[in-house]
């Protein structure tokens, strides 16, 4: 079996929670499905000052201090015993991981091992705080909220894209919105464009924007009446219901397979002939640590193959993710046959399944049930929320509103910089780098307001990695299916109890420098 072996670095905070005892955790290792740490037992003044239950504490977004963002808390059964100094505990001890913001207090990430298994631990404990995209939080002036991850997927310029990351509804009688932009890793982030999209619509009405930019409203979805995964599991439960911790995670693969995908009959009115597919989804941990694992092949010739990349033209950068599965794939039937309508662009791993919505034309639709199927590759998206809207789209009022300021970490004024589509950009070169955009904005009495932030701009991970590459392995990667492939091989090879094949005799797949014989 291959094993994961890793020294987290030492920014990292680590707490382990066994009943109500609470250990700080330092010089952490991944050895052997082991994690292993020396720990100290916090006093009852430590863990009030820790502000256990952690999840209730309401800080407010500092300037950069300190270079540590993330605190990450391990929950443990009760069949471990702790002592202070060096310890080691199985993976099979740990009941949960919460990721959580040490500026805000607030839970941007918690997982179930009964839901994820030991690798998906695994890969948050080691990659949760890797790499990843711009951190986007509001405060209202009550409270700092965490919303979510910007252009998430554009780690070259050719990427770069409007993102659209919904900011909730303000708090009755605001009139200002205060909205922290924050390079939390190590990562240069590159931010074009970045204001406020304000939209006025009945209260009783929903209203969400598409990655065109559109906007629709949201009356009455509808469920799928029956769902199946590429086993023929029904998975309706998994998708029914917003923010219940279940989640379709495309990891239902027959033998031999590399994708996932879920096919979704819905009932379809005898009028109309448009519909909107909404869902609530992100990328899975898997994902990105599995994408870390192909860059760390390309050893001390990262830098030189990233340049290249930036040469590229987008529509190449497209057809690779395509041809690997790495984005939401959206198709629907017609006439017997399976159609491509559309993809969703990857949506970051921290924080809640984010709402998208995508239009669907079923005008050739002549049957009483529409048929959606999504596909992505194994295990790599995560669908808490699958619907479709037959209403019509209701006209609202929506107006762009710049940031009134907008001053980086060190307090100066960057408002220039952010406020046009242009070749401008705020550089995020180090973790602790922000932008905080103050918004003004008035409500309209009767309306029900929803807040967006329409964010432009694209990012680059900083890694250092050693060895030579082996081009002739790597040049398989341009081959359609391939990433696809090694991704889950390295999954199978490490734990392939879980799933419902081995690999294939003989077969092997080019070890990264974190896993070993």
Known sequence: VNILNESISDDRIFYLEQGSDIYRGRNVEIQDQNLTLSVFKLDSLAKKQLGVPYRRRTRRIKTAESQVFHETFIKLDSNIVLDPGQVEIPMASIESVDVVHSDVGKSIGNFAVGTLGVVGILTIIAAATKSSCPFVYTDDGHITSFVGEAFSGAMFAPLERHDYVPLGNPVLGSKELQVVIRNELQETEYINLANLVVIEHPEHLKVMIDENGAVHTIDKPTLPIITQSNTGENVLDEISFVGDNQLYRFDHGLEGASTGSLIMHFPRPIYGNEAKLVLNAKVSFWLDFAYGEFTSLLGDSYSSWVDKQNQRSVDEFKKWQFDQDVLLKIFIKE???????????????????????????????????????????????????????????????????????????????????????????????????????????????????????????????????????????????????????FTKDLLLQYTPVLYTRDIEPGKQVKKSALFRN
């Open 335 to 485: 006439n017997n046959e399976w159609k491509y309508v559309s993809s969703f662009d990857p949506v970051g791993p921290f924080g809640d399944p984010r709402p998208m919505i995508m239009p669907l034309d079923i005008s050739n639709i002549s049957t009483d049930e529409v048929e959606v199927r999504i596909q992505t590759g194994f295990n790599y998206w995560e669908l808490d929320y699958a619907a479709l809207d037959y209403s019509p789209d209701v006209a609202v009022t929506t107006s762009f509103h710049d940031a009134s300021e907008a001053i980086d970490e060190s307090n100066a004024d960057v408002l220039d910089l952010i406020s046009s589509d242009d070749q401008l950009y705020v550089e995020q070169h180090n973790p602790g780098d922000q932008i905080t955009l103050t918004f003004d904005f008035k409500e309209i009495s009767g309306k029900r307001t929803s807040l967006f932030l329409d964010i432009k701009g694209y990012y680059q991970p900083i890694k250092h990695y050693s060895g030579k590459p082996d081009w002739m392995y790597l040049n398989q990667f341009s081959k359609p299916g391939h990433f696809t492939e």
